[in-house]
């Protein structure tokens, strides 16, 4: 049987955060499903650096259907979670559904992935981060520390069943390391 793969997101999800897992997801035949606060297109946006800008910069990139809404999942129903990052985790973190379907991938032990800002949303489910180490962008350090976890400064960093990264540069290991406990 085949595994089923959730990945939660929202607008200003980071382009390749969102993309490559899906396809990767789909191209090793699993099912991927998307879901966002509603049921909509989803606008995604590529974060990208700039030699003399002290951040990351963003433009807005490609839409992407996401297939259901946070209400409408039941987590039972699948192997593992993606959480990409963008701009999307620091209000989809909002919605009174998502913190349920985040709370059952720890609870069941199951392989959960999230790559640089996806670590906001970890921050709804602190009491299963107590003392875990995963890494995240550098900027979401502060959340990361604030749940209880240590703050990892390798790229892609596993823990358990929480597989972390840093930002799209790292999607090859991200990925790679989720498979491979999903599988």
């Given at each position: 049987?085949?595994?089923?793969?959730?990945?939660?997101?929202?607008?200003?999800?980071?382009?390749?955060?969102?993309?490559?897992?899906?396809?990767?997801?789909?191209?090793?035949?699993?099912?991927?499903?998307?879901?966002?606060?509603?049921?909509?297109?989803?606008?995604?946006?590529?974060?990208?650096?700039?030699?003399?800008?002290?951040?990351?910069?963003?433009?807005p990139a490609y839409q992407l259907d996401s297939h259901v809404s946070f209400a409408e999942v039941n987590?039972?129903?699948?192997?593992?979670?993606?959480?990409?990052?963008?701009?999307?985790?620091?209000?989809?973190?909002?919605?009174?559904?998502?913190?349920?379907?985040?709370?059952?991938?720890?609870?069941?032990?199951?392989?959960?992935?999230?790559?640089?800002?996806?670590?906001?949303?970890?921050?709804?489910?602190?009491?299963?981060?107590?003392?875990?180490?995963?890494?995240?962008?550098?900027?979401?350090?502060?959340?990361?520390?604030?749940?209880?976890?240590?703050y990892q400064t390798e790229t892609v960093y596993v823990h358990d069943q929480l597989v972390s990264a840093?930002?799209?540069?790292?999607?090859?290991?991200?990925?790679?390391?989720?498979?491979?406990?999903?599988?």
């Amino acid at each position: 049987m085949s595994k089923k793969v959730l990945l939660v997101t929202g607008d200003a999800v980071e382009a390749l955060e969102v993309f490559y897992p899906y396809y990767r997801c789909l191209e090793e035949g699993f099912e991927a499903v998307i879901a966002s606060p509603t049921k909509k297109t989803l606008y995604t946006v590529c974060h990208d650096f700039v030699a003399g800008v002290e951040t990351y910069t963003e433009k807005p990139a490609y839409q992407l259907d996401s297939h259901v809404s946070f209400a409408e999942v039941n987590p039972a129903e699948f192997d593992g979670l993606i959480i990409p990052g963008g701009r999307a985790p620091e209000y989809i973190r909002l919605n009174e559904a998502l913190k349920p379907i985040v709370a059952h991938f720890f609870e069941a032990g199951k392989p959960v992935a999230a790559i640089c800002h996806g670590s906001q949303v970890l921050t709804l489910v602190k009491e299963y981060l107590q003392d875990k180490q995963l890494t995240a962008y550098q900027a979401c350090r502060p959340d990361v520390e604030a749940c209880g976890a240590i703050y990892q400064t390798e790229t892609v960093y596993v823990h358990d069943q929480l597989v972390s990264a840093h930002a799209w540069p790292d999607l090859p290991g991200f990925m790679r390391e989720f498979i491979k406990l999903l599988k």
